[in-house]
T-cell receptor
């Protein structure tokens, strides 16, 4: 049982480049989330999804896009990388979600540097 | 006002003492609360969850919830150096789990 798998673990991008951070879960969770965490700071929600085909913005969505074509996968797209997007990105998933008592399960994170 | 607020610390506690971490929330509809521990460079890991008013104990950890005061706390008894980490408080709202900014805890030998 792999849980939540994120790839890649590390990446360095040049300003203006694009990339997709991959996230997959094998727990049949309906809710999935993307967070970013800057050094010494808490988690900020970028986007979340309540099920396949449904996504919604979180606290800091600008500069990012997501899609959810399957229950298992929730990729995060950076179209024009900027230095301000240098951060650690965590993907998480949970069952149900709405006023739920089910915790989130986190992936190991992707460390992204924009130079 | 942030939906979930924590004192960012750092909080320094001597080994063997009780560490007390606090969290307040603004969404009265939040029903479930979670405490995650995060070591430097690692992902958050769940250590406690609480849904009902009162105390919930698990080993050296006790979570406390007071919905009238919109207050959640985590007590760590007999603190160990391995408890040194950032502790994140999360409140489950209608659509998403909202985290506080985290409290950095240091246990001094």
């Amino acid at each position: 049982n792999a849980g939540v798998t994120q790839t890649p673990k590390f990446r360095i991008l040049k300003i203006g480049q694009s990339m997709t951070l991959q996230c997959a879960q094998d727990m049949n969770h309906n809710y999935m989330y993307w967070y970013r965490q800057d050094p010494g700071m808490g988690l900020k929600l970028i986007y979340y999804s309540v099920g396949a085909g449904i996504t919604d913005k979180g606290e800091v969505p600008n500069g990012y896009n997501v899609s959810r074509s399957t229950t298992e996968d929730f990729p995060l797209r950076l179209e024009l990388a900027a230095p301000s997007q240098t951060s650690v990105y965590f993907c998480a998933s949970s069952l149900i979600g709405q006023y739920s008592n089910q915790p989130q399960h986190f992936g190991d994170g992707t460390r992204l540097s924009i130079l | 006002q942030k939906e979930v607020e924590q004192n960012s610390g750092p909080l320094s506690v001597p080994e063997g003492a009780i560490a007390s971490l606090n969290c307040t929330y603004s969404d009265r509809g939040s029903q479930s609360f979670f405490w995650y521990r995060q070591y430097s460079g690692k992902s958050p890991e769940l250590i406690m969850s609480i849904y009902s008013n009162g105390d919930k104990e698990d080993g050296r950890f006790t979570a406390q919830l007071n919905k009238a005061s919109q207050y959640v706390s985590l007590l760590i008894r007999d603190s160990q150096p391995s408890d040194s980490a950032t502790y994140l408080c999360g409140g489950q709202g209608a659509q998403k789990l909202v985290f506080g900014q985290g409290t950095r805890l240091t246990i001094n030998p």
